[in-house]
């Protein structure tokens, strides 16, 4: 079982530029996370999907777009990319509302905005 | 403001030593959640705890939500290498919500 696949693994951007991050999970999950994990900073919910069809905006959502192309598969789009962008990006999946019976990360993006 | 605050960052520690880490708020959860992550992995989840009071135990870990539910503990009994990682609590603010906060982690390095 793959469970949370996350691609790219390393992405270097100028400023300015734009790029999707992908993720894809084989568990039937419903629900799917990005959050974005900053030294000293714990992880910070970008955005969420609780079903598909459907996205919601978490904590720190400015400057980028999500897309819940279906069950899935939920990608993160940053359209101008800024050096305070720079971060490891998690995307995530549960079984319900919430990650209280089951919360599986993928291995991260670790992306720099030069 | 960061609502969960994690004590200590660091802690390095010989093989067999106990240790224990705190994760604090001045708000109350609904649940809470520990997970362990190891560099260039995502979080693991270890345990959730829901009810004031509760202690969890996985092996030589344990978990305890406080009474008011504004904090939790985990305390490792005969710590060792392998335990070696990032620990972060996490909690949910009210009952079924997506939006787990996360505190800022304890950095914990054991050695051999």
């Known amino acids: 079982n793959a469970g949370v696949t996350q691609t790219p693994k390393f992405q270097v951007l100028k400023t300015g530029q734009s790029m999707t991050l992908q993720c894809a999970q084989d568990?039937?999950?419903?629900?799917m996370y990005w959050y974005r994990q900053d030294p000293g900073m714990g992880l910070r919910l970008i955005y969420y999907s609780a079903s598909e069809g459907t996205t919601d905006k978490g904590e720190v959502p400015n400057g980028y777009n999500v897309s819940r192309l279906n069950k899935r598969e939920f990608s993160l789009r940053l359209e101008s990319a800024a050096p305070s962008q720079t971060s490891v990006y998690f995307c995530?999946?549960?079984?319900?509302?919430?990650?209280?019976?089951?919360?599986?990360f993928g291995n991260g993006t670790r992306l720099t905005v030069t | 403001t960061q609502l969960l605050e994690q004590s200590p960052q660091f802690l390095s520690i010989q093989e067999g030593e106990n240790l224990t880490v705190y994760c604090n708020s001045s708000?109350?959860?609904?649940?809470l959640q520990w997970y362990r992550q190891e560099p260039g992995e995502g979080p693991v989840l270890l345990v959730t705890?829901?009810?004031?009071?509760e202690v969890k135990k996985l092996k030589r870990l344990t978990f305890q939500f406080g009474d008011a539910r504004k904090d939790s503990s985990l305390h490792i009994t005969a710590a060792q290498p392998g335990d070696t990682g990032l620990y972060l609590c996490a909690g949910a603010r009210t009952s079924g919500t997506y939006k787990y906060i996360f505190g800022t982690g304890t950095r914990l390095k054991v050695l051999a």
């Open positions: 995530a999946s549960s079984e319900v509302r919430s990650f209280a019976r089951s919360g599986d």
């Open positions: 708000s109350v959860f609904s649940s």
């Open positions: 705890v829901v009810t004031g009071g």
């Open positions: 568990m039937n999950h419903n629900s």
